[in-house]
């Protein structure tokens, strides 16, 4: 048993940067995420873009 079944097909939504080509010590801070579609992977800065977004932006249905 593996805990990443698939290492080599994981790549950026964002930016479509690579998870296998990225340093192993890069490679731990991609964050794995979860949608309708399935898994996904963000790379460590597009990760924290990510973040400012949802942090950033209030829904639609606030207003
Ligand atoms: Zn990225």
């Given at each position: 048993m593996v805990d990443d079944p698939e290492p080599a097909a994981a790549?950026?939504?964002?930016?479509?940067?690579?998870r296998a080509e990225a340093p192993p010590a890069d490679a731990l801070a991609w964050v794995m995420t979860h949608d309708e579609r399935g898994r996904s992977w963000l790379c460590p800065a597009c990760a924290r873009a990510h973040v400012r977004d949802i942090e950033g932006k209030l829904p639609d249905e606030y207003w």
């Open positions: 790549h950026c939504t964002r930016c479509g940067r690579s």
